[in-house]
T-cell receptor
Framework: ETGVTQTPRHLVMGMTNKKSLKCEQH?????MYWYKQSAKKPLELMFV???????ENNSVPSRFSPECPNSSHLFLHLHTLQPEDSALYLC?????????????????FGPGTRLTVL | GIQVEQSPPDLILQEGANSTLRCNFS?????LQWFHQNPWGQLINLFYIPSGTKQNGRLSATTVATERYSLLYISSSQTTDSGVYFC???????????FGAGTRLFVKA
């Protein structure tokens, strides 16, 4: 496997289900991201993990729960979702470089999970 | 927060034509990327270009950070260039990436 992979690629779930999205990066990066892309909306950043610590939670409802067990893996746990949560969920990774001021460099994206909530 | 505006929102080209896509941003940035999103949703990296000019085949990009804009040039367009082109920026010292709304390109054969 190369780059950033995501599973599953497609997911249909009911509002009472619990499911998880998985992301794995094979680039040796130390920062990972979840984004949401809804129809006719710009990509929205949901969560950022840097060195396995969450550094950004962009006002995301608690029915979305991220987990980053190590620098290569990122999960998004889903429970009691709403139909308006149907979207393309994209994972990305980048390398954090530290120095006088930390800098997050070029991001690379996975293929996404297309989620439909019934 | 930083605002990102892309223009035009939609663009239709005849195969072989050239085009320029623009990205304006409202604050200083230290990170700017151009992406192409294909019909299956995959975001493909085109350029990482916080400043200066880069070229890759038929594509080139220029960022003038002091004037807060970036341009993506597509020459001799092909039908496979169709899709949505996104500009994404990040503030100096920040980790939050802001995407523009995109330019939807359709290249006709």
């Amino acid at each position: 496997e190369t780059g950033v992979t995501q599973t599953p690629r497609h997911l249909v779930m009911g509002m009472t289900n619990k499911k998880s999205l998985k992301c794995e990066q094979h680039l040796g990066h130390n920062a990972m991201y979840w984004y949401k892309q809804s129809a006719k909306k710009p990509l929205e950043l949901m969560f950022v993990y840097s060195l396995e610590e969450r550094v950004e939670n962009n006002s995301v409802p608690s029915r979305f729960s991220p987990e980053c067990p190590n620098s290569s893996h990122l999960f998004l746990h889903l429970h009691t979702l709403q139909p308006e949560d149907s979207a393309l969920y994209l994972c990305a990774s980048s390398q954090l470089t530290s120095g006088g001021q930390s800098s997050y460099n070029e991001q690379f994206f996975g293929p996404g999970t297309r989620l439909t909530v019934l | 927060g930083i605002q990102v505006e892309q223009s035009p929102p939609d663009l239709i080209l005849q195969e072989g034509a050239n085009s320029t896509l623009r990205c304006n941003f409202s604050d200083s940035v230290n990170n700017l990327q151009w992406f192409h999103q294909n019909p299956w949703g995959q975001l493909i990296n085109l350029f990482y270009i916080p400043s200066g000019t880069k070229q890759n085949g038929r594509l080139s990009a220029t960022t003038v950070a002091t004037e807060r804009y970036s341009l993506l040039y597509i020459s001799s367009s092909q039908t496979t260039d169709s899709g949505v082109y996104f500009c994404a920026v990040r503030n100096t010292g920040g980790f939050k990436t802001i995407f523009g709304a995109g330019t939807r390109l359709f290249v006709k054969a």
